[in-house]
Nanobody, 125 residues
């Protein structure tokens, strides 16, 4: 079992930056693929970024070049650095873990086994 706790959300103006953190419990963190998803009101949960056990990273097109996902196995924590934020980035952001140790980074929520409670990010124009 893995517990994930997100932090770092908040309200910023367009063009601003935030860094989300996801602290994970458990000894096998380094064996998990980690992902960030977001869900805006009335919309489905969508993939934002993922990082594999080899630290390979993937991003959805709308955040490519603006967001950076990273992981620190010693802490263990996964981060999402968000820059040049836009109003359309407003959503609840969730951290997720896939325990299959796959070399791939899934982009569908159903592929992930553990989820955090979410943290709100609000970007005003």
């Amino acid at each position: 079992q893995v517990q994930l706790v997100e932090s770092g959300g908040g309200s910023v103006q367009a063009g601003g930056s935030l860094r989300l953190s996801c602290a994970a419990s458990g000894r096998t963190f380094n064996d998990y693929v980690m992902g960030w998803f977001r869900q805006a009101p009335g919309k489905e949960r969508e993939f934002v970024a993922g990082i594999g056990i080899s630290r390979i990273t993937y991003y959805t097109d709308s955040v490519e070049g603006r967001f950076t996902i990273s992981r620190d196995g010693a802490k263990p924590t996964v981060y999402l650095r968000m820059t040049s934020l836009k109003p359309e980035d407003t959503a609840v952001y969730f951290c997720a873990a896939d325990r299959t140790s796959s070399p791939l980074v899934p982009r569908t929520p159903g592929s992930y086994d553990f989820w955090g409670q979410g943290t709100q990010v609000t970007v005003s124009s």
